[in-house]
DNA sequence: TATAAAAACTAATAAGCATTAGTTTTGCTA
DNA sequence: TAGCAAAACTAATGCTTATTAGTTTTTATA
């Protein structure tokens, strides 16, 4: 008897992932349907049920497998020795990185994480909730060190995520810019500001 | 025989404008359907139809709402002597004033223009852009006059821009802070940074 | 080459959708 | 109060949806 091939079928099914974040991100999870997913992938809808449970459950595995990544690069980040300036600079570059290099996932996980079904839903908001409050303690303690300016905590952190969130209108422009320019032009905006 | 009474007229068809903006908010425009769009309003779907053209007229009326509010302030201040901080500082208000007393129709004009149809869609991503391009020549302007720091124009203004949107998140903690104190704030990081 | 599983297919189900047609009720005005 | 328009209703249309059932094809191993 053949043997299950878990290489090639966990292949397949990040493949139909993939696509689907693709296709998610451009229509809207609502909009998007399994027939459009399956004509990116190349088969008829229902074979699409070979490799996935439903709908719904792609969408899970894109929010989780964003939201997983940036909870563990903040786990790291928190057991450092670098002061808090450097430590918050460090967290910045990780959003831009993650922004550019898994665009489709993170731009579903950021916009379509509102069709996610419960108990997921509740799951990923408290998931986001908590990752905020991480942060918001790091800039206490920026604060409290005479790193940063005495700022209301929760806008500079709310500020900083969404200036990094809008890298997504960026992506048209990709090529026409260095991307470590861009980095370093955004990194300092928010640490120095913009007037002289 | 009876007259028109476009003044009533108009009031229930507002009515279900703002109704819609707040479901296509909460829902998504295309999850939202015009059942419990006709259940907020109080009467049966097909009721609306006396009111209203489609559900996509109702989306591109929001819209369009929205991104002729921007663009008639940016006109104003195009036409006033400020310096370019000044000027600056006033347009990243007025954002934050759209934000907090439009919630509703500004955030489905930022997270639903999508859905619009043709010639829809084109036009609203055209008045976007040509808004996005004036904004580039205020920061230019003030690059060069030397108000503002030598940063790639067009990453200021996106960081800009996507920072005041951020303030969707804000909405759920509003009770507790100070508006004012928020927009101070906000303005603050935005013009001088972080970083003491 | 025989065998068996993986993965494709077709056909069908049941539900939900926006919208239209046609009819009745409501409410104002003359 | 008679008449008329605005705006509600019910019923129906035609389309699209995710998903399941059942069957056939493909692929790889023994």
Redesign the pocket.
């Known amino acids: 008897?053949?043997?299950?091939?878990p290489g090639?079928?966990a292949s397949?099914k990040d493949v139909i992932s993939q696509k689907a974040a693709a296709l998610f991100k451009s229509k809207g999870f609502s909009?998007?349907?399994?027939?459009?997913?399956?004509e990116a992938?190349?088969?008829?809808?229902?074979?699409?049920?070979?490799?996935?449970?439903?709908?719904?459950?792609l969408l899970q595995g894109i929010c989780f497998k964003v939201a997983n990544a940036f909870t563990l690069y903040l786990d790291t980040t928190e057991n450092n020795t670098d002061n808090h300036a450097t430590r918050l600079e460090h967290i910045i570059r990780f959003h831009i990185s993650m922004m550019l290099d898994h665009f489709d996932e993170v731009y579903v996980a950021n916009h379509e994480w509102k069709h996610l079904k419960e108990p997921y839903l509740s799951n990923f908001l408290m998931q986001r909730r908590g990752y905020e409050k991480r942060l918001i303690g790091l800039m206490e303690g920026g604060i409290g060190a005479g790193d940063f300016k005495l700022i209301n905590p929760y806008v500079a952190v709310l500020t900083i995520l969404s200036a990094v969130r809008g890298l997504e209108f960026w992506q048209q422009h990709k090529k026409n810019i260095n991307s470590q320019a861009l980095e370093d032009d955004m990194v300092n905006l928010l640490l120095k500001g913009i007037t002289k």
């Open positions: 008897m053949a043997k299950i091939k090639k079928n397949k909009s998007a349907s399994m027939r459009e997913l399956a992938v190349g088969v008829e809808a229902p074979s699409l049920y070979n490799h996935i449970g439903s709908k719904s459950e």
